[in-house]
């Protein structure tokens, strides 16, 4: 779900940037923080139904690792 805000703050970045006629984005390592903050929400959020699942260890390990990987290109 944190995953589809993502581009919206990224779309509405570049229509801020569009409609100032400036190149660069006052706010923008905040807009990163927030980013990576929602990232890390998602993915504590995501491992707390899988805690109830009763998974083993590797497969847990295995799917926080896909989570984080997918969520390092969706913050950058």
């Known amino acids: 779900v944190?995953?589809?805000i993502l581009p919206g703050f990224?779309?509405?970045s570049h229509i801020c940037v569009t409609l100032t006629n400036n190149d660069s984005l006052?706010?923008?390592y905040g807009?990163?923080?927030a980013m990576a903050a929602i990232v890390c929400?998602?993915?504590v959020v995501w491992a707390h139904h899988?805690?109830?699942v009763g998974l083993d260890v590797e497969t847990a390990?295995?799917?926080s690792s896909v989570t984080m990987v997918i969520?390092?290109?969706t913050g950058i």
């Open 71 to 73: 969520g390092i290109p």
């Open 2 to 4: 944190y995953v589809l």
């Open 10 to 12: 990224g779309i509405i």
């Open 50 to 52: 899988m805690f109830m």
């Open 61 to 63: 390990v295995f799917f």
């Open 41 to 43: 929400l998602g993915s």
């Open 31 to 33: 807009l990163i923080l």
């Open 26 to 28: 006052l706010g923008y």
